[in-house]
């Protein structure tokens, strides 16, 4: 099993930065990727950038090429989600994920088994 916890959510103005943060327990070992995903109120959940744990190898979503960065600290079983130019489109429950096993895809929520509990990003005008 591995527990996911994200932090680093707040209130951000218009064109701000954030970084959020997703810190991995448990057998981090068999972490394959790590991705970011975001929901809307009334909106799906959506994928919005990965990288693989091993390689760091990065993978977004068009919609925030050039503004998001993923990375991660493997010492540290912690991975990074830095937001900038913050839109008021942003604002979303963020959630990290956990890809135990190599699929190929990144960008599919049923591709990954583990889940934080979710960090709110709120975007002031």
């Known amino acids: 099993q591995v527990q996911l916890v994200e932090s680093g959510g707040g209130v951000v103005q218009v064109g701000g930065s954030l970084r959020l943060s997703c810190a991995a327990s448990?057998?981090?070992?068999?972490?394959?990727?790590m991705g970011w995903f975001r929901q809307a109120p009334g909106k799906e959940r959506e994928f919005v950038a990965a990288?693989?744990?091993?390689?760091?190898?990065?993978y977004y979503d068009d919609s925030v090429k050039g503004r998001f960065t993923i990375s991660r600290d493997s010492a540290k079983n912690t991975g990074y989600l830095e937001i900038n130019a913050l839109k008021p489109e942003d604002a979303a429950v963020y959630y990290c994920?956990?890809?135990?096993?190599?699929?190929?895809?990144?960008?599919?929520?049923?591709?990954?088994?583990?889940w934080g509990q979710g960090t709110q990003v709120t975007v002031s005008s």
């Open positions: 994920a956990a890809q135990r096993d190599y699929t190929g895809f990144y960008y599919r929520l049923n591709d990954y088994r583990y």
């Open positions: 990288i693989r744990w091993s390689s760091s190898n990065t």
């Open positions: 448990g057998r981090t070992s068999s972490i394959w990727a």
